[in-house]
C-alpha cells in the first residue's frame, strides 16, 4: 500500500512539473504584454489559468461539485468582487477552475521562490496589508481590474485556516467593491472527503494549509490522496450600493453568507 501511495505521488509529482512548465510557457507569452498593459492581459491571463486550474485538479483527483443558493442568470454578462473563506492554496485551483478571475493575495506570496512566479504569471494583484501607506494605490488597483470587467477574488480573511470556521473579515479591500459599484459574490469552499473518508480534525492536514507548514512537504502529502471531494457553494449577491458607506455592515453581510454555507471540521 505504501508502495502504491509513492508510486502514485512521484506519477503525480511528474505529470504536475509538465502541466507547471507548460503554463509558464504558454503564459510567459504574454507576459510582456502584461508589462505593458496588465490590465488587458489580465483577461487573457485569468483564462488561460482557469484552463490549466482544470486540468491540475483533475491530475490531482479532485471532484468538485458546485451549489447554487442563487439563479443562475444573474451571474451572466456580470464579473463580481468575489469573497471566500481561505483553507488551502487547493482553494484557487478549486474556484478558477469553475470561475476564470484575478486574485488577490499577499507581497510575502509574491516573493514566496516559484508560488510568486506563478503568481505573476497568473496576472494577480499583490497587497501588503500592513503597510497602510501603500493601500490607497492597491485598493485602486482592484477597482481598476473590477471596472475593466475582471473578476477578482479577495481572501478576506488574510490567512489560511484550519477549517475550525471562518474568521472576522478584513474590512480594507471591500473598498474597491464599493469605489467601483461591482457586486459582491459570496463564495464557500469546502472540502468533505478523501478517499471517500469524510475529513475531521484528525486528517484535515491532508487537505488544509495553515501555519507553520511547508509548501512542498504538503503538496507532497496532498499527491498521495486518491479522490478529493470538494464544493463550492455560490451565494446570493451583496450589492454594495445597498449598503451607501456603511462598509462595516457591508463586510458583515459578505463574512455570514460565506459563512452559514460552511461546515467546520469536527
Known amino acids: 500500500m505504501k508502495l502504491l501511495k509513492y508510486t502514485q505521488a512521484l506519477l503525480r509529482a511528474f505529470f504536475f512539473l509538465i502541466i507547471i512548465l507548460t503554463y509558464f510557457c504558454s503564459a510567459g507569452i504574454f507576459y510582456p504584454y502584461y508589462i505593458f498593459n496588465p490590465m488587458k492581459a489580465r483577461h487573457l491571463l485569468c483564462r488561460i489559468v482557469s484552463f ?21 442568470l444573474k451571474l451572466v454578462d456580470h464579473n463580481f468582487f468575489i469573497v471566500s473563506n481561505h483553507l488551502s492554496y487547493m482553494d484557487i485551483l478549486v474556484m478558477c477552475s469553475q470561475h476564470p478571475a484575478c486574485f488577490v493575495t499577499s507581497v510575502e506570496m509574491r516573493d514566496t521562490p516559484f508560488l510568486g512566479h506563478l503568481c505573476k504569471l497568473a ?5 501588503e496589508r500592513r503597510n497602510k501607506r ?5 485598493v485602486a488597483e482592484i477597482t481598476q481590474a473590477l471596472k475593466e470587467g475582471l473578476n477578482v477574488v479577495v481572501f478576506p480573511e488574510a490567512t489560511s ?9 478584513k474590512r480594507p479591500l471591500f ?3 464599493m469605489d467601483s459599484n461591482i457586486p459582491i459574490l459570496p463564495m464557500t469552499v469546502n472540502y468533505t472527503h478523501l ?19 511547508t509548501f512542498v512537504d504538503h503538496l507532497w502529502t496532498l499527491f498521495t490522496i486518491s479522490i478529493t471531494r470538494a464544493s463550492l457553494t455560490i451565494s446570493e449577491i451583496v450589492r454594495p450600493r445597498d449598503y451607501e458607506n456603511d462598509l462595516e455592515n457591508l463586510v458583515l453581510m459578505a463574512h455570514d453568507r460565506v459563512e452559514e454555507n460552511f461546515i467546520p471540521f469536527t
Open 134 to 138: 501603500n493601500l490607497g494605490g492597491e
Open 123 to 127: 496576472g494577480c494583484v499583490f497587497v
Open 175 to 177: 473598498r474597491a467593491a
Open 195 to 213: 478517499n471517500g473518508e469524510k475529513v475531521t480534525k484528525e486528517n484535515r492536514d491532508y487537505i488544509c494549509w495553515y501555519g507553520d507548514m
Open 161 to 169: 485556516t484550519n477549517g475550525e470556521g471562518v474568521i472576522r473579515f
Open 52 to 72: 490549466y486550474c482544470k486540468v491540475g485538479i483533475k491530475l490531482l483527483g479532485f471532484q468538485v461539485s458546485e451549489n447554487y443558493r442563487i439563479d443562475k
